[in-house]
């Protein structure tokens, strides 16, 4: 069996951000020489998701204002008044940890003939929910 | 290491539809030979999603309303009225890309004594949002 | 290649109830001597989570109440009336097997040099949304 492991550390200047690591993650899966498994690609922070989908700006526009609709943003620790309990430890970040939910915290991609095993339209991202600061992405192949 | 690669193509006469992948999912492990290793399985598209949940039509109603519920169709382009920017390219599915990221991409299954290592009720699916055409699963079997 | 199959028994004496699964995997994995590979926690039960988040009460009960707004809790059998379809096999669970939609089946983790590779608040939990039985939750290592 073959392996590699890899973090991925990226700058994320704004609070909610989309990024591609896609080239990142094809790079990676040359690198390992494995030619038939699975590469699995996580976010390390639990407000943040790594998700597939269409490399399309409008999409990610649409995402980030429904995510706001299904758990707005709210720095309150009240929640009669639109807050979250989970602010009442100091943090601002409540409504991140129920996007991350939304969007799922994983990939797991299928490695065939050497090469990530995908649809015409799959795209891997990075979404952060509560940036502005270094953040990182595992990387984990495994095949042979 | 022992792996299986499989594209499984379907028919997908509705836009939106469940449809079974489960026993196909069964008789490629058995093919498979692996005795003890994971399964991903896969959608291939990013309108559409791979989910495991119970084999009951009423549910499946249950889901689709839910889902229209969270993130209604509309072909508009313009957000203050219902629509959304994705539909600026040309498409009218924004609705199905936000779909698939609650119902999920994929599901990892283990394999032990070369069977599917599942609950009681687990049931493999596919589920389509913009449908209409042929769309495909990818099943992908490691171990040994 | 090394592989460990375990299915985790716990009692879950509440409804809804978030309950740490964190040292059991991490345990279990340590046992399988696997140094470099994958687990896979999955829950065994489709009204039920395993989910990577904070481990943190105010956070657990945000999630809940957040849950009970985009899908109530409602034993009836019309949608009319904010009731389900799947309520009318005899079950008041319906809700139960949307919210384990939201949250995720399951979770797949990276092994690196004999343990969970994790960033530093990931935790692993398991989240049961029809409970007050028995239930469980398998955990699948495969690595060498």
Not at 50 to 60: R, T
């Amino acid at each position: 069996m073959k392996t590699l492991t890899k973090e991925l550390w990226m700058d994320v200047p704004k609070r909610r951000q989309i990024i591609s690591i896609h080239n990142d993650v094809e790079n990676l899966v040359a690198e390992s020489g494995v030619q038939d498994g699975m590469v699995l690609v996580n976010a390390m922070h639990i407000t943040a998701s790594v998700f597939i989908n269409d490399n399309e700006p409008g999409l990610h526009a649409d995402y980030d204002r429904w995510l706001e609709e299904l758990v707005p943003f709210d720095a309150g620790t009240d929640p009669a008044t639109g807050g979250y309990l989970h602010n009442r430890t100091g943090e601002d970040n409540a409504d991140a940890h129920h996007k991350r939910q939304i969007m799922g915290r994983e990939v797991v991609v299928a490695i065939t003939n050497g090469r990530l095993h995908l649809g015409p339209w799959e795209h891997i991202f990075y979404y952060e929910f509560d940036g502005r600061r270094r953040k990182r992405v595992l990387v984990k192949v495994i095949g042979e």
